[in-house]
């Protein structure tokens, strides 16, 4: 089966500038997450989603950050504005569903984002 | 306190070197334990996972969990280059997945 799919891989961009990130999941996959993965730390939850329905968005940033996954499949997850600790890789997984029976998520490569 | 805490290394071993890596945790409600592997600009990768308390085995990979002590391992067997990448424990409960900041395992010809 294909993986999860992410764009872009890379972005650098100002401080106080938008930025938005996409994922697209394992087909099927009804449950998604966006993890932030600072350098040298493990992935850190932001928001989960099963479908198009936000399960737990407690650790997201939420005056700056936000996310959809509309019609429950691909999600974008956005910046606006950017600060210099948000540079960090931003993982999407995903998971057939939240008590997945292989207790482990899939996840994409990430997008590396640098904020300058 | 954090709720999983990893030794994050760096740990650097010869080729054909028995490796141990290590992760403490706080949360009894973590029912499952796995062991992730992410390779330098990859996303992490499943390795293995536990549900209870013993050993698990998967070729040279043996992971192990305590669960009075609330300490889990992963043991490396006859170490390749080809394992050097960070190691990322990681706990499940309550439909959420919590890491460990990671080691960086790096295994020398």
């Known amino acids: 089966e294909a993986g999860v799919a992410q764009s872009p891989r890379y972005k650098i961009i100002e401080k106080r500038q938008s930025v938005a990130f996409w994922c697209n999941p394992i087909s099927g996959h009804a449950t998604l997450y966006w993890y932030q993965q600072i350098l040298g730390q493990g992935p850190k939850l932001l928001i989960q989603?099963?479908?198009?329905?936000?399960?737990?968005d407690s650790q997201l940033p939420k005056d700056r950050f936000s996310a959809e996954r509309l019609k429950g499949v691909d999600s974008t997850l956005k910046i606006q504005p950017a600060k210099l600790e948000d540079s960090a890789v931003y993982l999407c997984a995903s998971s057939r569903t939240i008590d997945s029976t292989n207790y482990g998520y899939t996840f994409g490569s990430g997008t590396r984002l640098t904020v300058v | 306190q954090k709720e999983v805490e990893q030794d994050p290394g760096p740990l650097s071993v010869p080729e054909g070197a028995i490796v141990s890596l290590n992760c403490t945790y706080s949360?009894?409600?973590?029912?499952?334990f796995m062991w992730y592997r992410q390779y330098s600009r990859k996303g992490p990768e499943l390795l293995m996972y536990t549900y209870s308390s013993g050993n698990k085995e998967d070729g040279r990979f043996t992971a192990q969990v305590d669960k009075s002590s609330k300490y889990i391992s992963l043991f490396i067997r006859d170490s390749q280059p080809s394992d050097s990448a960070t190691y990322l424990c990681a706990m499940r409960g309550g439909g959420k997945l919590i890491f460990g900041q990671g080691t960086e395992l790096s295994v020398k010809p």
């Open positions: 989603f099963q479908n198009n329905g936000v399960v737990d």
């Open positions: 949360n009894s409600a973590f029912q499952y």
